[in-house]
């Protein structure tokens, strides 16, 4: 197809999001009742009482009393929107560094009868949407599936449980800081919804999960205002995760599903960090982050060191090491003794076929850093996600079933190469991604062609030509081989790709590198 420019990709629509809806004129004066006037209205239409005592706030949001209720109400009466975290009493609603990564959950099979299997998968597809996005891990303890999986089973932080009252696409998710006994996953009759409505249901409770709030409860903007019950990560994006479709400043009413958006990513990361644990520079040299502090390290003759602070990400591009200050801030460059700053505040940054690419975190263009002249280039808009090969930049449009697109080289010229996906998977001489509702990887075999080479997966990474998955359950590391994919590892937390190195990270934190001429691993140890 021919190369599409700038202002004709739909990568690159500019802004953050809808212009506020005119409010309508209130007829009483500002006064207490009239303030809990307008309370009670609202708690009408959105506030529903659970039979534990409880209440669902729009739907799903589990809030424990009215006194809660009326604090978020509060916050989000003409504030400015965004993806957000929620923060009652000043105290973010957010995991630690330990638990992030140890997010469980069961589920009881007797509520789900022959949707059980289909459940556990669907889960960890809804999962990895997140895990490809944030610092965090999400894990199904299935020793615990059983009749005891339940609002008393302490030994996981969430049970998941059929709620026979609930009807259509309902849900209801718990917060990180709710007491044990009201966290909890509770669904409708799943057994009626399509694959692509389960995922988006399960992905948008699972972003409550990590303590985001809907970010359609206030007016559109860009505004950073931190509220009494929450704190906007992001501009707002009028698409994504934690948007019902079906409210005002949802940006396209014919789409009726939620997912990921690139606003999503840059908000979780800044919440998170990014999901860059480990990596490898050209020569060998291996970097990692340590999971209790957020500290950088790196492996050398004497053994682990650190060499920075924690940081919202960090990349290699050859033998040179970037980050990013937390928070959506700018990037860096190791000089190998310190950190210095090479550009204003970015949402995201990746690689970027041999050099480092970044999203502005206002208008969610493309940024790609020239590091002889020290200087960024626009190459695109926004989309909702990017990766690179070792030779090309790859998009997808700003609705995840838009389009696929790959940049020209030159300017922000982009050709629209395929239809469109959930995620993209670079790092190798060849470029993946997984379909919508990530049931398969598909490989680019030039123009519009893309070949499904395998299944669903915990997460995909490509070294070289080869491409690599760790499977849904987390239980073995995976090497396609042209027509099938064989066992090379057992389990694991993660892998990761770098300068043409695969690394696995354990579950006990050890890394590990891999060696395809020999089919071995190397034990690297853990900072």
């Not at 396609?480 to 695969?502: D, E, Q, R």
């Amino acid at each position: 197809m021919p190369a599409i420019g700038l202002a004709s990709l739909g990568l690159l629509l500019g802004g953050c999001g809808p212009e506020a809806p005119e409010a309508e004129q209130e007829t009483l004066t500002s006064t207490p009742e009239s303030t809990d006037a307008a309370f009670e209205e609202w708690r009408a239409k959105h506030v529903v009482p659970t039979p534990e005592g409880h209440f669902l706030v729009e739907g799903d949001m589990r809030m424990l009393d009215l006194a809660s209720i009326r604090e978020y109400w509060r916050s989000i009466s003409g504030a400015p929107g965004a993806l957000s975290v929620w923060r009652p009493g000043g105290v973010e609603s957010a995991w630690n560094r330990t638990d992030r990564w140890n997010i469980t959950y069961c589920i009881r099979p007797g509520d789900f009868g022959a949707d059980y299997n289909r459940l556990v998968e669907f889960m960890h597809r809804a999962a990895s949407g997140w895990e490809a996005a944030a610092n965090v891990r999400f894990v199904h303890v299935v020793a615990q599936d059983s009749a005891t999986c339940n609002r008393s089973n302490n030994t996981v932080k969430y049970n998941v449980e059929r709620n026979f009252s609930f009807t259509g696409l309902s849900a209801g998710m718990g917060f990180p800081t709710f007491s044990r006994p009201t966290r909890f996953l509770e669904l409708g009759p799943t057994s009626t919804w399509t694959d692509a409505e389960l995922i988006a249901v399960l992905t948008h409770e699972f972003g409550h999960a990590l303590g985001f709030v809907h970010e359609h409860d206030t007016a559109a903007g860009c505004g950073m205002v931190t509220t009494g019950t929450y704190r906007p990560l992001t501009c707002y994006d009028g698409r994504g995760a934690m948007h019902y479709p079906s409210q005002p400043g949802w940006l396209d009413p014919a789409r009726k599903l939620n997912f990921i958006s690139q606003w999503d990513v840059e908000g979780s990361q800044s919440l998170y960090e990014a999901p860059t644990q480990v990596l490898s520079t050209a020569s060998g040299t291996v970097y990692a982050r340590k999971r209790s502090t957020g500290d950088i390290y790196r492996r050398d003759a004497l053994g682990w060191t650190v060499v920075g602070g924690p940081g919202q990400a960090f990349v290699a591009v050859g033998d040179t090491v970037y980050g990013q200050v937390p928070g959506r801030g700018p990037p860096v460059k190791f000089l190998g003794a310190s950190w210095t700053t090479i550009g204003g505040p970015i949402g995201q940054i990746f690689p970027c076929a041999g050099t480092l690419c970044g999203t502005d975190p206002t208008t969610g263009n493309v940024v790609r850093y020239n590091a002889a002249t020290n200087v960024w280039a626009t190459i695109g808009g926004p989309g909702s996600r990017f990766a690179a090969t070792t030779s090309a930049v790859y998009g997808i449009g700003s609705w995840q079933d838009d389009y696929t697109a790959r940049w020209s080289g030159v300017g922000s010229s982009w050709s629209v190469v395929g239809g469109g996906a959930s995620e993209l998977i670079g790092g190798g001489t060849s470029m993946y991604r997984l379909t919508n509702t990530k049931d398969a990887i598909q490989r680019h075999d030039g123009g519009s062609t893309w070949t499904t080479i395998g299944g669903s997966g915990r997460s995909f990474v490509a070294v070289g030509s080869d491409v690599y998955g760790l499977r849904p359950d987390g239980s073995f590391i995976m090497k396609y081989n042209g027509t099938v994919w064989n066992s090379i590892h057992g389990p694991a937390a993660k892998i990761f790709s770098s300068n043409g190195y695969l690394l696995a990270l354990n579950n006990d934190d050890t890394i590990e590198r891999y060696n395809p001429a020999s089919n071995t691993w190397t034990a690297l140890g853990k900072p």
